[in-house]
Every structure is written in structure tokens, then in C-alpha cells.
């Protein structure tokens, strides 16, 4: 490799949310948290509020989702939502370019990483399902750290690769992922065709919105690199 190349880049470590972001995921997730109401008889909420929680942890995803029910059923609630995910999980597909992305990425040396408001076992059958483990060093589930938008995630990426926050950038579909950037003092990249509409991103502190894979492989392309 050309040491010359290697000095002039700009990020050692692209950290990835993974549903809205590489998954195209978003109007599953907002519909299994509809049938969750349904099944149990309450209001459900509309798809703009159902997609603003995506990306906060199940707990929290819920509880904001469903504000107008008692704490007592959001067990229930969870049962319900994950009996309807796990009938759609493997339906689910990969936004397309992200893999052929993710594996240049890879092959151009960066390291990879994922912190998301997924639970672990989730996480782990999706990159399972989808053959990627192989591309990401490392990856963060709010279940076993913490949840959006709390930096925790991205801390442990950087302690456990041992890459300086600055040398870190953060790709998300969701201003969670955004302030989690933030509160971390990562640089971040918006990608508009997640959960959140753009509108909610551009208020939001990152580097760029990009409105899909070729436009963030382009953006990449550039912006890696000083
Ligand atoms: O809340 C979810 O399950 C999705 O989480 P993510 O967008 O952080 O990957």
C-alpha cells in the first residue's frame, strides 16, 4: 500500500447503524409495532411517530412509540412487537450497494464497525442471515451497551480498536444516530432513505446528507481521504 495514502486519510473507522441505514428495514419494523397494538387492543400510533423511534432500543423505541399506555403492558407490548419481527426478519433485505460498499470498505483497509439499537441476538442472526460478520471488527447492540443517543456505543468502538474519536465517522439514517455522534464528538454522515425524513436529518449537526448508496459510496469516495 502507499504509505503516502495511508497518512493522508482522514477516518480509520466508519461505524454503521444498521436498520434504516444498511437494512432496508424501516416499514417492517413501523408495521410490527402497528399488528404489537392491534394484538392487544390499543391505539396504535401513526408511521411518522412509529419510524422516530427506530433506533432507540426496543424499551425505549416502545415507550416513546406508545406513550398513552400503562408501564404494565410494555412487556406484553415487546413479546407482541418481536413475535411479528421474527416472522419478517429474514424477509428483510439489504439496501442495495451496501454490501458491494461495505466490501471495498473493507478491502481498502478501513476498519468497520456497527452500533445499533438493535439486541445482540437480533443483530447477530441479521449478519448471520446475510453472510456479513466477515466486513465488521467490531459491533455495539444497545441491549449490552447503551442506548442512542448516548456516546457509550461508539466509546467502547473506539477503546476496543483503539481509534481516536476524531478518527471515527459515524453513518446513520436517524438524528439518535446523529446526536450519538455528537455527544461522542464523531463526525457523522446523514443517508435520507432510512427511517427519518430528511426535513428531521438536515436539522441535525453531520458532514452531508446523501440521498442513497451511490450518493454516500460517492461521498465516501471523496471525503475519506484529505
Ligand atoms: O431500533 C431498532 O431496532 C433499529 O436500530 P438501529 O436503527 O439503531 O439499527
Known amino acids: 500500500m502507499n504509505v503516502d495514502k495511508k497518512l493522508a486519510r ?13 437494512m432496508d428495514s424501516t416499514p417492517t419494523i413501523v408495521q410490527c409495532i402497528q399488528q404489537a397494538c392491534r394484538d392487544l387492543g390499543f391505539k396504535e400510533p401513526d408511521d411518522s411517530l412509529a419510524s422516530s423511534v427506530i433506533g432507540l432500543g426496543i424499551h425505549d423505541s416502545l415507550r416513546r412509540a406508545v406513550p398513552w399506555i400503562e408501564p404494565a ?24 450497494g451496501v454490501r458491494d460498499l461495505l466490501e471495498k470498505l473493507r478491502a481498502d483497509g478501513y476498519l468497520l464497525g456497527v452500533a445499533t439499537g438493535k439486541s445482540r441476538v437480533g443483530l447477530d442472526r441479521s449478519l448471520q442471515h446475510h453472510q456479513l460478520e466477515h466486513l465488521f471488527h467490531e459491533t455495539r447492540t444497545a441491549d449490552e451497551s447503551f442506548s442512542k443517543p448516548h456516546p457509550g456505543m461508539l466509546l467502547e468502538l473506539s477503546d476496543a480498536l483503539q481509534v481516536p474519536m476524531r478518527r471515527m465517522l459515524m453513518i446513520g439514517d436517524t438524528t439518535h444516530d446523529l446526536d450519538m ?9 446523514a443517508v435520507t432513505y432510512g427511517a427519518h425524513p430528511p426535513d428531521t436529518l438536515k436539522e441535525s449537526t453531520s458532514l452531508a446528507h446523501v440521498d442513497d448508496v451511490p450518493q454516500l459510496a460517492q461521498w465516501l469516495d471523496t471525503n475519506l481521504v484529505i
Do not use: C, M, P
Open 10 to 22: 482522514r477516518y480509520d473507522l466508519i461505524v454503521w447503524d444498521w436498520d434504516g441505514t444498511i
Open 73 to 96: 403492558h410494555f412487556s406484553k407490548l415487546t413479546e407482541r412487537f418481536r413475535y411479528h419481527y421474527l416472522a419478517k426478519d429474514h424477509e428483510l433485505h439489504l439496501f442495495k
Open 181 to 189: 455522534a455528537v455527544n461522542a464528538g464523531v463526525d457523522a454522515v
